[in-house]
């Protein structure tokens, strides 16, 4: 008899991952064993990131790739390097090598959430270089997708926003998802079936926090409204989402070096030319090259560059974050450091 479905489920998404990290990171047929890819787990001790677990243990050693975890003790709560140190037993349980705990600190920029993320990807990051890891594994499922789309939707900040997580992010494509288009209870399932225990994060409960309550509020009203469906459509919206502002960045690169002139000046009459979503693509990746930081540039800030254009009233220059400037002068647009 073959293992349960959810268990099965888990175990395709994550060897279906593996084969692809293997296409990118051949291995000579001689390659001694230490030579082989290792594959890391980013671990909370967390229904998600345990079912990860126990499915990359079981099919790394079938493709020839070693497999670790790492947790990560973001010193929250009373105790958490305790349930560190239990999280990084249970990776080794399952015959995780290396598993180990990296305690971070949180700073406050940006909100609790946002500065927990930022520290945790550091780390992750760090582990990552340190080990010499091939691929670092998050256990992100439908749910959390559908709430990050969610999320994306309230800032108002375009079709990127909507387009949630990528299965495939980081530097060389460190981080994957396997668990993308899984629900968050298969993985549950899936920890119940194999008798792994699981913590559930107090925070995830907090409603002091976005996120949670999004989750506990926000989408089970949506769902009692629309049907049990909501979190399968806001995660194929993701894609298409994702698809799209894809297609339109590529657009924008190309159409980049055709607005400018010989002195490598913004042509308004050639940026006013081009459909709104490419040329306010072009306004904000220039603004950043000048020197704005990319998480403080927000749509309202690019809709007044694009009123210098398309609006052109005389208006003065435009500041931006990063004491970045803006300013239209004879038909060409300026965005420069202040």
Known sequence: MGPHPAVAAIRLA???????????????????PGAQPLVLVACSGGADSMALASALAFEAPKLGIRAGGITVDHGLQPGSDTRAEDVVLRLTALGLAPAESVAVHVGREGGPEAAARDARYAALDAAAERHGAAAVLLGHTRDDQ???????????????????????????????????????????????????????????????????????????????????????????????????????DTWAQQAAESVRDAAGLLECAKLYALPP????????????????????LFARHIEEVDRLITGWRGQGEINLPGKVVAQRQGGRLVIRQG
């Open 14 to 32: 994550v060897r279906r991952v593996l084969h692809d990290i293997l296409s990118e990171n051949p291995q000579p047929p001689s390659a001694s």
């Open 146 to 248: 559908a709430e990050t789309v969610l999320l994306g939707l309230a800032r108002g900040s375009g079709i990127r926003s909507l387009s949630g997580m990528a299965a495939v992010s980081g530097a060389a494509g460190r981080y994957r998802r396997p668990f993308l288009r899984l629900d968050r209870q298969t993985a549950r399932k899936a920890c119940l079936v194999q008798h792994l225990p699981v913590w559930d994060d107090p925070h995830n409960t907090d409603p002091a926090y976005t996120r949670s309550r999004l989750r506990h509020e926000g989408l089970p009203a949506l769902e009692k409204a629309l049907g049990k469906g909501v979190v399968e459509a806001l995660a194929r919206t993701a894609q298409l989402s994702r698809d799209d502002a894809d297609a339109l």
């Open 277 to 296: 979503a490419v040329r306010r693509r072009i306004l904000r990746k220039a603004a950043i090259e000048a020197g704005a930081p990319a998480g403080a």
